[in-house]
């Protein structure tokens, strides 16, 4: 069993081990991971830290752009600076996240190649906005509840 908190509410699975979830640090993950380019520069910092010069060739992006995403992943926690002369390299900021981002890339989702979950359902980012109808919160806010 797993024992699971959750922003201080605590749920039960099994007493194997306890895990702590910070809904704060997943959220910062997700921004970090719904980009493309970000993808991209956090697997290539998960291969070996690296200078934006040359994350931005590799990669075959502009400076500018390598520049503004790390700054976000940066921002997100997710990589850190190490200067180096008048340099700055820049790699994962946890050992942890190593191993969390290869966990996740080893996932075998639901999805087959076509885009298309298991249920038969078109599966894009689209597919899952919230509208004011559908999220319940913002109904109560507005008072339709």
């Known amino acids: 069993m797993i024992d ?3 922003d201080g509410v605590e ?3 099994s007493p194997t081990f306890a895990v702590v979830v910070d809904a ?22 998960l291969r070996e830290p690296a200078y934006p010069a040359d994350l931005a060739e590799r ?12 700054a976000c992943l940066r921002g997100c926690g997710l990589v850190r ?7 700055v390299r820049y790699e994962l900021a946890d050992a942890k996240l190593a191993h969390a981002l ?3 890339a080893s996932l075998v989702l639901l999805v087959d190649q076509a885009g298309t979950a298991a249920s038969g ?8 906005a919230c509208t004011e109808h559908d ?4 109904e109560e806010k507005a008072g339709h509840v």
């Open 4 to 6: 699971c908190t959750v």
């Open 11 to 13: 749920t039960t699975d």
């Open 24 to 45: 704060e640090a997943l959220a910062r993950v997700g921004t970090a991971l719904a980009d493309e380019n970000r993808r991209r520069l956090l697997l290539e910092l």
């Open 59 to 70: 990669l075959g992006m502009t400076r500018g752009n390598v520049s503004n995403h790390l």
């Open 81 to 87: 600076t190490v200067p180096v002369g008048r340099r």
């Open 102 to 104: 290869a966990e996740l």
């Open 121 to 128: 359902e078109p599966c894009a980012p689209g597919d899952y």
């Open 135 to 138: 999220n319940p919160v913002q």
